[in-house]
């Protein structure tokens, strides 16, 4: 059974950081796309980044410079450190993978498996 578990999220001041976490089990995320989509309230899901299982990676323009995705092989796990949070980043973030093509989607609908995803709250 595919599941994918996010864990991570929280409370903190602009400026701050936090790490996000996305355990997978019933496959093997090395041979997939992964992605990180955030929704905030009365707004559209949002791709914030996105992994293909070649390494090459692809963030959006808000959180370019800031936000950094990776992956423990060893682990099955997907990560997202934030750093220099806004308050604009505060939403529900959430994991998602399918398997990969030729490249990574950046629409949710590109996406098969998704997490239940974690609250981030940023304050200023």
């Known amino acids: 059974q595919v599941q994918l578990v996010e864990s991570g999220g929280g409370s903190v001041q602009a400026g701050g950081s936090l790490t996000l976490a996305c355990a997978a089990s019933g496959f093997t995320y090395s041979r997939y796309c992964k992605a990180w989509f955030r929704q905030a309230p009365g707004k559209e899901r949002e791709w914030v980044v996105s992994?293909?299982?070649?390494?090459?990676?692809n963030y959006a323009d808000p959180v370019n410079g800031r936000f950094t995705i990776s992956q423990d092989n060893t682990e099955n796990t997907l990560y997202l450190q934030m750093n220099s949070l806004k308050v604009d980043d505060t939403a529900m973030y959430y994991c998602a993978a399918v398997y990969s093509g030729a490249r990574c989607s950046s629409t949710a609908s590109g996406y098969s498996y998704w997490g239940q995803g974690t609250q981030v709250t940023v304050s200023s």
């Open positions: 992994l293909h299982s070649s390494g090459r990676t």
